[in-house]
């Protein structure tokens, strides 16, 4: 148990100011997260070190297309999230804590266990992920610092749903971070299948995370019957064209059935399919199909001369033709962060 961040006292509780929940937490009570305790008036993360998932993935898998492309990063999660997506791929670990839990589940680890691991399997990148890394975020905060000083980069795969304060406390660390959209973002959809109240705040975030050079990527999970609507999947790339650049990687995402949703169908291809096409239609220079692996969209391409750039198999890297971050046929400048 570590003392939180990122929190003040109100009368007779605490308020949390971690995510856009903004919790009030009453003596002897938790957040919405089940991870956040006040105990005798502070906050505390119970599940600080707590960690359920480390593994070695290519870069891919989060999927970071423009950001060290071909790398492998150490990738850890903590039980627990702050959404209650009912289709969600791992809720084996993010939606099985109980409200009385004190001892969270997981092997218990430092931030400098985690720097060591990474250079000893001579990994340049560590990323916060497979669960919401908001909800372990003093972990991450303390890995990161570290990280930096060993040289090795930070990202996040999150649902982008922490505050303005959260991203400025970890942008000095944080190199890179793939947002994670569901139905286009779609305000009903989120409060009926995430039990989320308010997107805006997402988009708030990802203006700041662009405010403070963090190198974005964004996905967006195309629910089939109930978030599959192509026009708005368009307003979303118009939305990120605006006001985050025509250059930043946007993925469109077949969804599993899995969790409760179980009755739904995959995606179709031919839908993904419109989805891109309207979404380089709203101006997208890099739109990519995501859980397809060998199709054509999963390559990078250069925007002005068409050269494949990057050729992809699913997670796998079949050839990188570039000349550091330039198209090697017509020298075009692409928006590539090579390590």
């Known amino acids: 148990m570590q003392e939180a961040i990122l929190w003040h006292k109100e009368r007779n509780g605490i308020r949390c100011e971690l995510c856009n929940h903004k919790c009030f937490i009453a003596k002897d009570h938790r957040g919405l997260c089940l991870v956040r305790l006040n105990k005798n008036g502070k906050l505390y993360a119970l599940n600080y070190g707590k960690l359920c998932s480390v593994n070695i993935d290519p870069i891919e898998k989060k999927p970071l297309f423009h950001f060290c492309p071909g790398s492998t990063t150490l990738s850890i999660g903590s039980p627990g999230c702050n959404f209650r997506c009912q289709f969600c791929d791992n809720w084996e670990i993010s939606q099985t804590l109980k409200g009385d839990e004190i001892n969270i589940p997981g092997k218990d680890y430092t931030p400098e266990e985690i720097v060591r ?5 001579n990994v340049r990148i560590i990323s916060y992920t497979y669960t919401e890394p908001t909800i372990f975020f003093e972990f991450a905060y303390k890995t990161a610092k570290l990280a930096h000083r060993s040289n090795i980069f930070n990202t996040f795969v999150t649902n982008g749903y922490m505050t303005v304060e959260a991203i400025k406390k970890i942008a000095k660390y944080l190199d890179a971070a793939t947002v994670d959209l569901k139905a286009s973002a779609d305000p009903e959809f989120y409060k009926k299948f995430m039990s989320v109240p308010d997107v805006r705040t997402i988009f708030d975030s990802l203006k700041q995370m662009k405010k403070q050079r963090i190198f974005l990527e ?3 999970l195309i629910v089939p019957q109930i978030g599959d609507d192509v026009e708005k999947c368009r307003k979303v790339a118009e939305w990120i064209n605006t006001e985050l650049g025509s ?4 993925h469109i995402i077949q969804f599993f059935p899995s969790h409760k949703l179980t009755e739904l169908p995959m995606t179709s291809t031919a839908l993904l399919e419109r989805c891109i096409v309207e979404s380089k239609k709203a101006g997208l220079r890099y739109v990519y199909i995501g859980n397809v692996p060998g199709h054509p969209d999963e390559t990078t391409y250069c925007y002005n001369c068409k050269e494949p750039l990057i050729i992809r198999n699913g997670m796998a890297i079949k050839k990188i033709n570039l000349e550091k971050d330039r ?3 017509c020298g075009l400048k ?3 962060f090579p390590c």
Not at 117 to 121: L, Q
């Open 117 to 121: 691991m990474a250079e000893k399997n």
């Open 218 to 220: 964004v996905t967006n």
């Open 247 to 250: 250059e930043v990687p946007f």
């Open 327 to 329: 198209c090697p046929n």
């Open 334 to 336: 692409i928006n590539i």
